[in-house]
């Protein structure tokens, strides 16, 4: 949602392979010692903030500095923006300043975290060199001023940032202060500049290899599409398009967005400390492109986590953290987050006391290993004056300092504890990018977000189950005693193979609706849903149908539907029907709508209707007991979120109260009080505790 707000969401880049002239860099060379040894007694949780000292006079820094130290911060990013300051004209660096301001860092006993600038363009770069600017899907050309107004595809763009991000890893790369690089900020949006539609062809070209295959995967022979070559096919994001060409629209900007970012990494990586590690930081949900094929070549995932309208809905918050931690199965640092609001929706309502808090707890909750806030203190001018942060326009703590300072030091004291351990769970949901897409592309109901239809498949999975991660369809699914695909619409050959072959194996495999209904080039399998999975379900839908109102379910999951109801039909005899469609006078009545079936020690069950929360909250009871799933705290009040973090020998307990009211929870047996706001056996409203639990990590 920080994006959105803001920006949209997509993104392509090209692959343009001329090369481009290297102007010599005029910096000299760095004069800091080489880093010899890991970061001092590095923390192994971060906790800092965004800092911008090229806004700042040099006098303020120190003073800054103490009163981030005072708040408890162990870390500053830097650099993000800074290009013109680094760069004032082409081809001179000054890098002095920031030579001064991470010296600064350094003595106050910071970690820094250096941002490559490149998500703003220096005005010289952009009146020399027009065509690195951005077109939009309507021929507009961007302009100066804002940020992310050059297109991905400018091969002469990615040489000037390749150069500002290698002068900054050849100085900084082995300072001792410095544990991390973050590339760019925020990556998107597209464009459709002349680079970026060749570069469009050339992706085509390498996908389908001839123009005929494109022709057959898109079914061009529909409205006169047909294309005699690739630079015939037009690029667009949107509009009465081929789903074929709007779903490459996506794996195009997936991989203009990978190499844009590759085109750094690769040139600072040898000049950086191996311990240092790289990174982009991304946003809530993005559909810009794949994020999964995004960090295979990045060292940890990062994101900038805002609750904009100020109002947390805590699970789906957590899914969202639950799906970043995905993208490299790893822990992640928060990159960014609101010090009580934002400034970029119609309302920037603030985070109520104690919810800034829940937020750190409940992202550490979830596998972050660092906590950063964004930002230090609102520059004086800019277009975000109004943006939370920790000082004010004076230059004192606002009333959200203490409770920030809060943060560090549970952090701080936590820290020893959570040391090597990431969060745990038995279940898996699957994140598909390619049935996000193509659901959202062809809704076909107004109402099916297929964000939401994930959130409400995950929402009871998670309060009852107490541990989700959340993957990639091509993850390994052994180690999970359930597998969720929520509407894997899209499913490849492969994909499914690996499913069935988890079945087989003995894993609890739950789809949703519109499963297995198309193929990566969006085309309609030739039998229905879910297509490569129907021999193995032994049901198969018969129809699908928009509701505009609800309809009820009977039988062992009764309840009701809406949105979504699809008609199956079981084709084996040991299929069992466990809800049916009560329609009286409609196509729907007496139908199954949700079926199962047992495969050895394993199972697979179809959930062929959008169910409403509290008939999703049944199914998930039942199927998290089929798959033997227990909740470390059975029982535990819907105010609390629990989470168990565990590795090298421990199991940490982490329970966040986010209501109003304190409240009492029953520890598991030898659970200890390690930290936090546990008194007489309750939890403090809106507090946080945490414990250590006996036995060993699963
Ligand atoms: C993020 C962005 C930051 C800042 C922040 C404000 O999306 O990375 O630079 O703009 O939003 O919420």
Known sequence: ?????????????????????????????????????????????????????????????????????????????????????????????????????IAAAQRHGFMVVIGTPTAAPPAWLTQTYPDTLRIDEKGVRAGHGGRRHFSFASQRYRDFSRRIATEMAKRYGRHPAVVGWQIDNEVGPPSWDPEAIAA???????????????????????????????DQVPLHQTGQQNP???????????????????????????????????????????????HFVMHRDLDIASWD????????????????????????????WLMETQPGRVDWVPVNRALDPGQVREMAWQAVAHGADAILYWQWRPAANGQETYHGAILGQDGKPNPIQPEIARVSADLTRAAPLLADT???????????????????????????????????????????SQGVHVISP?????????????????????????????????????????????DDANALYPRTQPGPLADLLGAEVAQYYALDEGVSLTGAIAGKASIWAEELTPTAPDVRTIATYRDPGGWLDGKAAIV????????????????????????????????????????AHPDFEIA???????????????????????????????????????????????????????
Not at 74 to 101: H, L, Q, Y
Not at 653 to 681: F, Q, S, V, Y
Request: aromatic residues 12%; hydrophobic residues 45%.
């Open 200 to 230: 469009w062809h050339a992706f085509l070209k390498q996908r389908y290899g001839t123009i005929d295959n494109l022709n057959k995967r898109w079914t061009t022979q529909y409205w006169s599409q047909f294309y005699n070559s690739f």
């Open 1 to 101: 949602m920080a994006g959105w707000g803001k920006w949209a969401l997509m993104a392509v880049a090209l692959a343009g392979t001329a090369a481009h002239a290297q102007p010599a860099a005029d910096t000299a060379p760095t004069a800091f010692p080489q880093r010899a040894t890991a970061y001092p007694d590095r923390p192994a949780i971060a906790v800092g903030v965004a800092w911008y000292p090229e806004q700042w006079p040099e006098e303020r820094w120190d003073t800054d500095l103490k009163m981030m130290r005072d708040t408890g911060f162990n870390t500053v990013r830097i650099g993000e923006f800074a290009w013109s300051r680094m760069e004032p004209v082409e081809g001179k660096f000054d890098f002095a300043w920031m030579d001064r301001a």
């Open 244 to 290: 074929g060409l709007l779903l490459d629209f996506r794996h195009f900007t997936t991989r203009m967005w990978t190499d844009f970012i590759q085109n750094q990494a690769k040139a600072i990586r040898p000049l950086i400390d191996k311990r240092s590690f790289i990174t982009t930081n991304t946003m809530f949900w993005n559909a810009g492109f794949d």
């Open 422 to 464: 990431a969060p745990a769970a038995d279940v898996a949901m699957l994140y598909s990018y390619d049935s996000r897409w193509a659901i959202d592309l062809q809704r076909h109901h107004r109402d099916f977000d297929p964000i939401k239809a994930f959130t409400d498949f995950y929402r009871p999975i998670r309060v009852q």
């Open 305 to 332: 986590n805002y609750i904009p309208d100020g109002r947390p809905d805590w699970v789906a918050n957590g899914a969202n953290h639950d799906l970043v931690r995905g993208y490299k199965q790893r822990n992640f």
């Open 596 to 635: 199962t079936r047992k495969v050895g020690s394993g199972s697979i069950t179809y959930v062929g209707a959008w169910l409403d929360p509290a008939t999703m909250n049944t199914l998930a009871a039942d199927l998290l007991a089929e798959a033997k799933v227990t909740p470390v705290i059975a029982g």
């Open 644 to 698: 168990e973090r565990e590795g090298k020998g421990k199991r940490i307990l982490i329970a966040i109260n986010h209501g109003k009211d304190a409240r009492a929870l029953t520890l598991p047996a030898g659970a200890k009080p390690a930290g936090g706001d546990w008194a007489g056996g309750r939890v403090a409203a809106h507090g946080v505790a945490w414990f250590t639990l006996p036995g060993s990590p699963r």
């Open 474 to 518: 091509d993850a390994d699914l052994a180690r999970y005693r359930l597998v969720v695909a929520p509407n894997m619409m899209v499913m490849t050959e492969t994909e499914a193979a690996a499913l069935e072959a988890y079945v087989r194996g003995g894993g609890h495999l739950v789809l949703g609706p519109r499963s297995g209904m198309r």
